[in-house]
């Protein structure tokens, strides 16, 4: 039935739901046959697109260059880094079979690169003029995750890119890691008009392997929070074990310090959580593979004059901003209208006989849905400024409700009641110690997103144990 293919449940009313209805009928993904795994269509795919080519621009901008690695990993590969290993273990898929023959190895399908990259740079780095190695990897990774699956959000497989960087130095690893931080702050903030909080993951929540590790939070309309993006200082423990040494200018052996950095597929289900509604996707323009949609208002009389205008208006626009003229026989103004508001296209523009006759169009802004009549000779101009607008405006309501829903707890009754009811982000003063940690978790199922950059409002006590404060940190449920 026609009803049922636009959104039928509110997000207020099941959020989960809602963001699945989202995903599969406005045509950004589907539920694969093999458990656990999704198919990105091509609608979801070119946001992607949208968002690896900012990136990709951004990487290789900083100095980076893009590379392949095999998918396959060896066991003992694998097992080199006693960490990693420990971190990425339950999660590992095997090929123990090539046809009917049993491997002499087990190899393991790439849940991260470091092992196999890293046997690779043993091999290429000898001297200080090696140095620093900057190379990023556009891949697919396998983890075997058990818990149920949610489109973009967790899957068994998704795609992602993996930075692995090699420095002289500590000093040279450390701005990088927060160099490439901030490029992920850009993606998030610059391009998809989505907030976020930087900082440090704690010693329980960084990666494995790992001296440290900072990442970008976001809070999504549901007030869980989202991992956006990570940046890792590896130190020196991958290259002892893989022995990656450069003779240095004052003729010493030394290991290489080391960072990685990786964003995924997830953004684009965090796209979706932060910004959509009860009609389906907002796209912000900037990460929009169609910024604008035109579709012909037909009646019995004007058609063919219609028609023309809206040709006009497509060859005016459509290469700066892939236009797409909508004149598919058989389907309504209206039926139109809700697909396209589904899909997120920023700006509808509406051409009727009426208009023709005005020399005018109607857009119709998908964000907050504003009839705005703009005259065909300054068009570009006003699109131009609606477009800037749209992606300002969902940026700025974006960031007031995760300042909204950014909570001060006075005590740790507070701070429970936050996180139980799911009531946003929690901003608490903390000792430092992982067993307040664990007990936040233990008993309201929240996790820590990240000791923020901006340690603004540290007191004197933790509000969990009452011992010396030390730094402020934020804890909410997670996706």
């Known amino acids: 039935m026609a009803e049922d293919l636009g959104v039928t449940i509110s997000r207020d009313e099941d959020f989960s739901e809602w963001y699945n209805q989202i995903v599969v009928k406005a045509g ?11 198919v990105i269509k091509p609608y979801g795919y070119a946001i992607w697109e949208s968002i690896k080519d900012f990136l990709d ?20 590969f694998f097992e080199m880094e006693k960490e990693h290993v420990e971190g990425f273990t339950p999660e590992v898929a095997w090929v123990t079979h090539g046809g009917d023959t049993p491997l002499e190895r087990k190899l393991a399908i790439r849940p991260t690169s470091e092992t196999i ?27 075997w995750e058990t818990k149920m699956t949610k489109l973009f959000i967790r899957t068994r497989e998704f795609l992602w890119q ?5 420095h002289a130095t500590k000093e040279e690893a450390e701005e990088e890691v927060k160099k490439m931080l901030d490029v992920y702050r850009e993606v998030m903030e610059d391009l998809l008009a989505i907030p976020t909080i930087p900082g440090y993951k704690t010693e329980n929540e960084k990666f494995a392997g790992a001296v440290y590790t900072m990442t970008v939070e976001s809070l999504m309309a549901d007030k869980k929070a989202m991992q956006a993006g990570t940046s890792h200082l590896l130190g020196q423990h991958f290259s002892k074990a893989f022995d990656i040494m450069f003779e240095d200018k004052d003729k010493e052996k030394k290991y290489v310090w080391q960072t990685s950095w990786g964003m995924t597929t997830r953004t684009v289900g965090t796209l979706v959580m932060v910004h959509s509604d009860n009609k389906g996707l907002i796209l912000p323009p900037r990460a929009a593979p169609i910024k604008i949609v035109i579709v012909p208002i ?16 497509q060859e005016l626009l459509g290469r700066k901003y ?10 309504t103004a209206g039926f139109k209208f809700n697909e396209w508001e589904l899909k997120g296209i920023p700006i509808r523009i509406e051409i009727g006989p009426r208009d023709v006759k005005e020399n005018k169009v109607v857009i119709v802004r998908r964000d907050n849905s504003e009839k705005i009549f703009v005259p065909m000779n300054n068009l570009l101009q006003e699109v131009d400024k609606i477009l800037e607008d749209i992606q300002n405006s969902l940026f700025s309501n974006a960031k007031k409700f995760l300042e909204k829903n ?9 701070l429970s009641d936050i996180l139980n009811n799911q009531k946003g982000m929690a901003k608490i003063s903390w000792c430092e110690r992982g067993c307040c940690e664990e007990k936040i978790k233990d008993e309201t199922g929240a996790t820590s997103c990240c000791i923020p950059l901006d340690q603004n409002g540290l007191e004197k006590k933790c509000i969990v144990c009452g011992q010396e404060a030390k730094k402020v940190i934020l804890f909410a449920k997670h996706y």
């Not at 043993?122 to 697919?140: E, G, H, M």
């Not at 993996?162 to 090699?166: N, V």
């Not at 950014?406 to 507070?414: A, G, I, Q, V």
């Open 298 to 313: 037909i009646f019995k009389d004007g058609k063919e004059e219609v028609i023309g205008r809206c040709n006009e208006v």
């Open 28 to 38: 950004l993904a589907d539920y694969s046959p093999i458990k656990g795994c999704m």
């Open 117 to 143: 990259m890293y046997s690779m740079y043993a091999k290429w780095i000898r001297s200080w003029r090696d140095l620093p190695l900057l190379i990023n990897q556009w891949a697919n990774v396998v983890r």
């Open 322 to 331: 892939k236009a797409k003229l909508d004149d598919r026989e058989g389907y």
């Open 162 to 166: 993996e930075g692995h960087t090699a």
């Open 57 to 76: 621009k951004r990487i290789k901008d900083t100095g980076h260059e893009n590379a392949y690695f095999p998918l396959f990993i060896p066991e003992e």
């Open 406 to 414: 950014t909570f001060l707890p006075k005590d740790y009754n507070e």
